[in-house]
């Protein structure tokens, strides 16, 4: 069964830097094909993908965050690692962990979640 | 960017009713689309993958159809728990991945 989980401060002043850790079981970041993904929702609006590692470690991002981010995985820990640079408050959002499973000639998906994890930009 | 546009962004049905909702890719996107169902609170959950496929434990009374730039999401019998909001993805090529607006689901 694979879960993923969320952690990191729930609260960070504007100008800060987030980094918020997703720690999973149940698959390895370092069996073929396999990949996280970190993905926001802020209060009442759609989602956003922010970025996506794969066991290979490449790592793509979305462009629209202007270079904010940094992904990361630590294989012998089960985690990836998210850093979100100059934080603001329209950053407010839940912040999501997905494992991203794909099959061959229907294309990737994001199953499961993780619980997600509020993150409030406040002064 | 590929941008995604989903219709309704809500809609009022009752129980036992048959609802659709549509998701419009600003491109052709195949048959990479992806459906979620989003309760309050709670994280999203797989509906259905690659256009058509039902994800393992998603009810029969979901169905997906479509390729190119049109799909549409389609509960036959709506229940007290399909009551929620619904996200399409688009999965083709390369990263950004991006998401439809939402149609959220609400008791009439």
């Known amino acids: 069964q694979i879960t993923l989980k969320e952690s990191g401060p729930t609260l960070v002043k504007p100008t800060q830097t987030l980094t918020l850790t997703c720690t999973f079981s149940g698959f390895s970041l370092s069996t073929s094909g396999v990949a996280v993904g970190w993905i926001r929702q802020p209060p009442g609006k759609a989602l956003e993908w922010l970025a996506s590692?794969?066991?290979?470690?490449?790592?793509r991002y979305n462009p629209s965050l202007n270079n904010r981010l940094t992904i990361t995985k630590d294989t012998s820990k089960n985690q990836v690692i998210l850093t979100m640079t100059n934080m603001d408050p329209v950053d407010t959002a839940t912040y999501y962990c997905?494992?991203?499973?794909?099959?061959?000639?229907?294309?990737?998906?994001?199953?499961?979640w993780g619980p997600g994890t509020l993150v409030t930009v406040s002064s | 960017d590929i941008q995604m546009t989903q219709s309704p962004s809500s809609l009022s049905a009752s129980v036992g009713d048959r609802i659709t909702i549509t998701c419009r890719a600003s491109q052709s996107i195949g048959t990479y689309l992806n459906w979620y169902q989003q309760k309050p609170g709670k994280a999203p959950w797989l509906l259905i993958y690659a256009a058509s496929n039902l994800q393992s434990g998603v009810p029969s009374r979901f169905s997906g159809s479509g390729s190119g730039t049109d799909f549409t999401l389609t509960i036959s019998s709506l229940q007290p728990e399909d009551f929620a909001t619904y996200y399409c993805?688009?999965?083709?090529?390369?990263?950004?991945?991006?998401f439809g607006g939402g149609t959220k689901v609400e008791i009439k």
């Open positions: 590692i794969y066991w290979t470690d490449d790592k």
């Open positions: 993805q688009q999965s083709y090529g390369p990263p950004p991945v991006t």
């Open positions: 997905t494992h991203r499973l794909g099959i061959a000639r229907l294309g990737w998906w994001f199953d499961p």
